[in-house]
């Protein structure tokens, strides 16, 4: 805690003092770019890993990036909904990472059996583990928690669909799901390519789906 509080005065002698007109600003309500749904795990940090400021980013973390589908209950749906609906946010990003502890105790049951509510949670993601298993069976256990990792933001973001704001959203072309992948070791991120299949360099997938939307608007004022 010491750390914590000495933290705390250097960021109000300091910090704040500096950017008081940001601070103000913020007080009076918030504007977010995008939705980063990511783990809890302590080693990501959203805003540093995406160079963005308070209030760029409205952030949803728990265990292992789990978006429970819908009518199965829990504050992510409402956390969610709010975002589109209220603050109209219309990039909603699933971010998994390396070395992920959720998805590794996912793929090793056993391992949560004095754990019941971390095993009760991580159901939520049970597609990840069957694909693994039914899929995947070859691969060394390195192996397997990688692809389990890129493997489990797919499934959170079929859950994800499922939401009906989201869903209605997406049919109307007013949010955009994007998946992506920290490697913490490199600082990498990948995002998933629907037309590759596979998770490549973020700003090769992004890039080409700004392009497509651009395109797509221009066609609609033809």
Not at 1 to 22: A, C, D, V, Y
Request: aromatic share 6%.
């Amino acid at each position: 805690m010491r750390k914590l509080i000495s933290g705390l005065h250097h960021f109000q002698s300091n910090m704040f003092e500096s950017r008081k007109e940001l601070f103000e600003r913020l007080a009076t309500g918030q504007n977010p770019d995008a939705l980063f749904i990511t783990c809890s795990d302590s080693r990501i940090n959203p805003n540093l890993l995406t160079n963005t400021e308070p209030g760029d980013l409205f952030i949803l973390r728990n265990a292992g990036n789990i978006i429970p589908a819908h009518g199965c209950g829990g504050g992510e749906a409402a956390t969610i909904e709010f975002a589109v609906a209220v603050l109209g946010v219309r990039d909603l990003i699933v971010c998994g990472h390396s070395a992920c502890g959720a998805i590794k105790a996912l793929l090793n049951p056993s391992s949560l059996n004095k754990l019941p509510s971390v095993r009760s949670w991580l159901s939520h993601a049970e597609a990840t583990r069957q694909i693994i298993e039914d899929n995947y069976s070859d691969l060394d256990e390195e192996e397997k928690l990688n692809v389990a990792i890129q493997e489990n933001v797919l499934a959170q973001i079929e859950n994800l669909r499922t939401l009906p704001m989201v869903a209605s959203r997406l049919l109307s072309g007013n949010v955009h799901i994007h998946g992506w992948t920290y490697k913490i070791q490199t600082g990498e991120v990948f995002s998933y390519s629907l037309e590759e299949g596979q998770f490549l360099p973020v700003s090769e997938v992004e890039n080409a789906v700004a392009q497509r939307q651009l395109l797509t608007a221009g066609v609609a004022t033809l």
